[in-house]
């Protein structure tokens, strides 16, 4: 059975067989014996996305990786970084250093911040996340073009990545084929990227995709 670490765009964590293109965390949210969640969804409001592989470094999900047989942080995979942003996690600074810095020094630009840290995005972040009880805003269909790639809405229960003025339905396996915004003018459409993360990519921020959105 697969291990419930898969996030999903709306922050929920889901046990599904595909694995995605990178890794993050949350703290430490399990529990080694049974490698089942604890009932919360998060340790620390530093919610990070890492690549799987880092200096041959190899874990046992939700296991014992801290020395000394202690558990460690709780293993979390995300179908690529456009949905872990929608999730609300930021790079990490450890194993994606040259991102995480992209990222915060273009928060400090949006934000007319002059010495920006990692800490403050992660506050920010923090109170717009729906996993920890942010709300999504409602946008309108004419919003939507304005919207920057990468950014994610939701219509119902699914959900849709921006790209190229095209919105491309998610998957736990992948993107479907560009859907054009006209079909959205009917059931209300919430923007599941935190405000924040919708601020970086305004300033030029350029996430990794899923192969599948390249089709």
Request: with cysteine.
């Amino acid at each position: 059975m697969p291990l419930q670490n898969r996030v999903d765009p709306f922050g929920v964590l889901r046990a599904v067989p595909e694995r995605g293109l990178l890794m993050g965390n949350r703290g430490i949210i399990h529990d080694p014996e049974t490698k089942t969640l604890l009932k919360k969804r998060w340790a620390l409001q530093a919610w990070i996305i890492c690549v799987c592989e880092f200096r041959d470094v190899r874990r046992e999900p939700m296991g014992r990786n801290r020395n000394g047989g202690k558990t460690g942080w709780t293993e979390l995979f995300f179908l690529d970084e456009v949905t872990a942003l929608s999730a609300g996690h930021r790079p990490c600074f450890f194993c994606r250093r040259e991102r995480a810095s992209d990222f915060v020094q273009r928060f400090g630009v949006a934000y007319g911040i002059a010495e920006p840290r990692a800490p403050q995005v992660d506050k920010r972040l923090h109170k717009e996340r729906l996993a920890a009880g942010g709300r999504a805003p409602v946008v309108s269909a004419e919003e939507l073009a304005g919207l920057p790639d990468g950014a994610m809405i939701a219509e119902g229960g699914n959900a849709y990545a921006m790209r190229g003025r095209k919105a491309l339905h998610w998957s736990s396996a992948g993107y479907g084929d560009p859907v054009g915004f006209g079909g959205f003018a009917v059931r209300p459409i919430r923007l599941l990227t935190p405000a924040t993360t919708v601020s970086v990519l305004r300033q030029g921020y350029e996430p990794v995709w899923h192969p599948s959105a390249e089709t």
